[in-house]
């Protein structure tokens, strides 16, 4: 079926900046919406932002202003750009997209990446 792959976590600074990235392969005939999700030991999975197929975007409020959310659809890929990153920034990261197959039936399959840790240190 359809997979979703990330990259781009780690460990960072205070301050500092990463690149999120998010691949999709396989069977896609399009993809829809695209969003990133976060969770920490103990809370809610949240939404981060998400971008729709026209480049629609949307964000957390304690995102605005230093997150931005990307995708290039020749690519089947999405990109979250963290700048001025704080230590409440540390969760693990997830990919998710709503992708309709290039088989039939062409039904939209909800997916999901494998989560990507960010640890944000003060």
């Known amino acids: 079926q359809v997979q979703l792959v990330e990259s781009g976590g780690g460990l960072v600074q205070a301050g500092g900046s990463l690149r999120l990235s998010c691949a999709a392969s396989?069977?896609?005939?399009?993809?829809?919406?695209m969003g990133w999700y976060r969770q920490v030991p103990g809370r809610q999975r949240e939404l981060v932002a998400d971008?729709?197929?026209?480049?629609?975007?949307n964000y957390a409020d304690s995102v605005k202003g230093r997150f931005t959310i990307s995708r290039d659809n020749a690519k089947n890929t999405m990109y979250l750009q963290m700048n001025s990153l704080k230590p409440e920034d540390t969760a693990v990261y997830y990919c998710?997209?709503?992708?309709?197959?290039?088989?039939?039936?062409?039904?939209?399959?909800?997916?999901w990446g494998q989560g990507t840790q960010v640890t944000v240190s003060s």
């Open positions: 998710n997209a709503k992708i309709i197959e290039r088989i039939l039936p062409y039904r939209t399959g909800d997916y």
């Open positions: 396989g069977r896609i005939f399009s993809i829809n919406v």
């Open positions: 971008i729709t197929s026209g480049d629609n975007t």
